[in-house]
């Protein structure tokens, strides 16, 4: 008997005998089933899916998800049909290898194909009814990942790619910390090469300067709380920070986001009080960051994570997080076990996933959801009424209005978050307490036809897509233009000549694989197509004019040295004009002042019948934070029309 099987088999000691013996039966069938079989190591093949089992065996799943671990590469290694293994094993495990077996036959590509994408879909379909697909799944790609060295270097940089593009989101949604932990260990240096090891030379330099002070910290706290504990430095992965860093080593020398302190009351049954007392010893000793707490226990968040957080100055510019927990809920946060799933039908990967299958969309559309609304990283927002809201990372006030009812959608005017108001469009943060502002009447359509394009989620676009789809097609027409016409500002690009020039209409139209330009505008007016991918192109266009019409009409157009703003920093000019209000200033210029965007110049002037034009210089360095900035000022009440000038 090999080491892996005789571990295996140690690990069932949680069922019952009759189960147990199901699953060691099943073993024997597998077992004959792989016989003669080797991996390229020279190992018998059939410790890997016997590895697979066991690491579900750790997470305490069933005989059935045990079983189909086990007979998971099977029908692709053609060892057995899926025919025989219902017969052995019954549909319940067959159904569970047929949907493993699609996905272990999709092959990663960075842009999957139309048939990787189709039979993608079918896995996801299989487990948006049933999670265990996606535990077997990820227990398969763990061995692997461990025994990555099995592989040629070409296979093993498609795997960490794959990896840490699909696996790493579903082992972190399922609660799996320690296996998404093994996962970007192993894959980053693979997938990322040199620029990895550039990366982890930062972070160790960095967390090297830290670290003495981090320690010594840890050992006070035995001091100063009054409950013996145990004290952790709980490192992030390099991948990790590589993602929430953006890749960039200068925002990496803010210190709170490197690593944490975890603390755990020592007692095994410590009540939930015990990490309160924690935490008030602390604060009662140590400077705190006031804004960083967080309640998670009294307040859990919807996939049942509990903790507290908050923040401490351990210098002037040492700042370190911190994480009360008890045992149970450390346990229960870093490894999520197979019961927890089962009895949790409305949990938020459930509810995704069902989400995701409940309307046909295109492939491209498809893989587009997939990583924004069940892969990405959630944020956890609290209503007024102390509500919780679960949504991706990067939503915004209408994702938010969407989730809490879709009928707000029609008075939502903005929003308040943390007390301050912002416009609907602007992003929402883990632990942010919104309250949206919502109107008697009715909001005007330019504003939902804005909202339309910059909803996140598609649930949330979706029905603002389906409401557009009752308006009058003049209207939508309409604000397709204006839409169109606004991004042209932002890019300093032709207006006059996209709306005159039919040459240039019919281009762009071939381009975007569109009927006509009527058609293209009610699409972008109802948010069906998102008008900067229409910009991109209208811009490729009068950089390489396709026939000879469109090549004349570019010649005699001046286009401006900048169109999309580069690392270095770069000035331009917005006028913006509005009504003569009071207060409307100050909304002007918190646009900026939210987003840390320096004015050089603020030049306002009066206009007849109570209008105002303000004129301002500005500095930028990102385009998209330029877009969103022109997107924010076209909110603001009273406010008719913003240009880029120069």
């Known amino acids: ?96 290898v047929d949907a493993v077996t699609k996905l272990t036959k999709l092959q990663y590509e960075g842009r999957r194909s139309q048939r990787q994408i189709a039979s993608l879909r079918k896995m996801l379909l299989a487990a948006s009814e049933d999670l265990r697909v996606i535990m077997i799944k990820l227990a398969d790609r763990l061995h692997n990942v461990e025994t990555l060295e099995v592989f040629s270097l070409e296979k093993q940089k498609r795997i960490a790619s794959e990896t840490l593009d699909i696996y790493v989101p579903f082992a972190r949604l399922m609660g799996l910390w320690w296996m998404k932990r ?31 002070a981090r320690r010594e910290f840890c050992h006070s706290l035995h001091s100063f709380v009054s409950v013996p504990i145990d004290t952790t430095l709980t490192r992030m992965t390099d991948y990790e920070l590589f993602l929430r860093c953006d890749s960039d080593s200068e925002i990496l020398e803010e210190s709170s986001l490197l690593d944490s302190i975890s603390i755990v009351p020592k007692d095994a049954h410590a009540s939930l009080e015990i990490c309160y007392a924690i935490l008030a010893d602390i604060h009662q000793h140590v400077p705190f960051k006031s804004a960083s707490f967080r309640d998670c226990i009294g307040q859990p968040l919807t996939n049942g994570y509990q903790a507290l957080h908050t923040t401490v100055f351990l210098s002037h510019n040492h700042q370190v997080r911190l994480r009360i927990q008890t045992k149970s809920m450390l346990e229960y946060a870093e490894m999520r076990k197979y019961s927890s799933w089962m009895k949790d ?18 492939h491209d559309q498809y893989m587009m959801e997939l990583k924004n609304d069940v892969l990405k990283e959630k944020v956890s927002v609290f209503t007024p009424a ?17 989730a809490l009812n879709p009928d707000f959608f029609a008075r939502l005017t903005g929003m308040r978050v943390n007390g301050q108001e912002q416009e609907v469009t602007h992003p929402l943060y883990d632990g942010n307490t919104v309250e ?65 020039a039919q040459c240039m209409q019919r281009a762009l139209c071939e381009q975007s694989h569109v009927e006509n330009f009527s058609v293209l505008l009610r699409d972008i007016g109802a948010g069906y197509r998102p008008v900067k991918d229409v910009m991109y192109t209208y811009d490729r266009i009068l950089k390489h004019p396709p ?81 969103d900035l022109f997107d924010a000022l076209l909110q603001v009440p009273g406010v008719k029309k913003v240009s880029r000038v120069q």
Request: proline share 4%; glycine share 4%; aromatic share 8%.
């Open 1 to 96: 008997m090999s080491p892996i099987e005789e571990r295996f088999r140690e690990s069932l000691a949680y069922l019952d005998a009759n189960d147990r013996h199901e699953v060691e039966k099943a073993l024997e069938t597998v077992k004959i089933w792989h016989e003669g079989q080797m991996r390229k190591s020279g190992e018998p093949y059939v410790d890997h899916p016997i590895a697979a089992a066991n690491y579900l065996a750790k997470l305490e799943c069933g005989k059935n998800t045990l079983i189909a671990g086990l007979c998971h590469d099977t029908v692709e290694d053609e060892c057995a049909t899926l025919e025989e293994i219902e017969r052995a094993f019954g549909t319940e495990v067959m159904k569970l």
């Open 182 to 212: 093994c996962f970007e260990e192993r894959c980053f240096p693979l997938a990322y090469e040199d620029r990895a090891i550039q990366w982890q030379r930062h972070v160790n330099e960095h967390r090297e300067r830290l670290l003495t």
């Open 345 to 362: 039908k409305e949990n938020n990967l459930y509810r995704a996933l069902n989400s995701l299958h409940q309307r046909f969309i295109p």
């Open 386 to 402: 102390g509500e919780i809201v679960t949504l991706p990372s990067g939503s915004n006030g209408i994702d938010l209005a969407f």
């Open 436 to 500: 949206l502002i919502l109107s008697s009447q009715d909001m005007p359509e330019e504003f939902r036809a804005l909202w339309r394009q910059r909803a996140s989620t598609g649930d949330a676009r979706t029905a603002l897509q389906e409401k557009a789809q009752d308006l009058p097609q003049n209207e939508l027409l309409a604000e397709g233009r204006l839409l169109l016409t606004n991004e042209c500002q932002k890019h300093r690009l032709p207006a006059w000549l996209l709306f005159h």
């Open 547 to 627: 026939t000879w019409a469109t090549r004349f009409l570019a010649l005699l157009i001046v286009r401006p040295h900048v169109l999309v703003l580069h690392a270095r920093s770069t000035m331009l000019q917005l006028d913006i004009s509005s009504d003569d209000r009071p207060g409307i200033v100050h909304e002007i210029t918190r646009c900026f002042a939210d987003r840390n965007i320096n004015m050089s110049s603020f030049t306002a002037y009066s206009l007849p019948k109570k209008g105002g034009l303000y004129k301002i210089w500005l500095s930028m360095d990102d385009f998209e934070q330029f877009s």
